[in-house]
């Protein structure tokens, strides 16, 4: 018994944690499986490729598919736990990443179901949790977090817009221009706002024209808005997490940015060098 508990605690350490050599080995082969079966189910939708190779395809993926069964049984079996992850967002995504193609077995119709396969993507993000890339992510989220309310107002103010040059086109060029509704008018103000420029629906007034250019000039000012303030508190994350540091002496923890010298004892500051 006390040697199945030891076999069982090697094997949580190697497939759940990522901060030791077996797990870090673990999740590198891992991506490694995930990768390979992404290659396999976009060469599958090559017509050519499946129409010549499709039971070679069928049986590598089938190969796949027991891999990841496998790899799900040994978390169930090692999780400490095994009903919380299994309705886990990963333990979920793990288990719809073999459904399919344990269906595709016995239904042929549910070869459809192998789409599905594609949600293996979702398991890269689970190798992301090494932590060289954990601080990273951090990053990021903590600028998502910091610039979230300026950019739901930067997009309610797009929405407006559109709208606004959207209901304009529909009154001035009519359906007779292919304005045929409001929704296509703001459809064809988003798609010009953007810079896209499909050109399926096009002007055909001269006042329809000057408002056209007035929403491409817009486009232009607006469109590096959300990148820039995104931009401005990934930098503000990433300097404030390198240059905040307790005092080694008094042990204050709030400076100024580009303090050297404790406010409150006067002693150097070593800042935190990435």
Not at 6 to 31: C, E, H, K, N, P
Not at 237 to 249: I, K, S, Y
Request: charged letters at 15%; one cysteine or more; hydrophobic letters at 45%.
């Amino acid at each position: 018994m006390h040697s199945n508990n030891d076999w069982r605690q090697r094997l949580y350490v190697m497939v759940f944690q990522s901060d030791t050599l077996a797990g870090r080995r673990f999740d590198g082969i891992l991506l490694l499986i995930i990768l390979a079966s992404l290659v396999i189910v976009m060469l599958d939708s090559i017509d050519q490729v499946h129409q010549n190779y499709a039971n070679v395809l069928a049986y590598i993926e089938w190969g796949f598919t027991l891999i990841f069964a496998v790899e799900y049984c040994l978390r169930l079996y090692c999780s400490p736990k095994p009903l919380r992850y299994a309705f886990s967002f990963y333990g979920l995504v793990d288990l719809l990443a073999i459904v399919p193609g344990i269906l595709a077995l016995y239904y042929s119709d549910a070869q459809y179901l192998l789409i599905i396969r594609i949600i293996r993507m979702l398991r890269i993000f689970r190798v992301l949790k090494l932590s060289p890339y954990l601080k990273q992510a951090n990053y990021l989220m903590a600028a998502l977090r910091g610039s979230k309310q300026k950019i739901v107002v930067f997009l309610v103010s797009v929405c407006t817009l559109v709208t606004v040059f959207g209901t304009l086109m529909y009154v001035i060029e009519g359906p007779e221009h292919g304005f045929t509704s409001i929704p296509k008018g703001i459809y064809w103000a988003i798609v010009t706002l953007t810079t896209v420029g499909f050109g399926d629906i096009v002007p055909k007034t001269p006042l329809g024209q000057v408002i056209s250019s007035l929403v491409m000039i817009t486009g232009y000012s607006i469109i590096a808005v959300p990148t820039g303030i995104f931009t401005a508190e990934l930098a503000s994350a990433m300097r404030g997490e390198q240059l905040q540091t307790d005092c080694p002496v008094c042990k204050k923890d709030s400076h100024e940015p580009n303090a050297a010298f404790c406010s409150r004892c006067g002693s150097h500051l070593f800042k935190k060098v990435e």
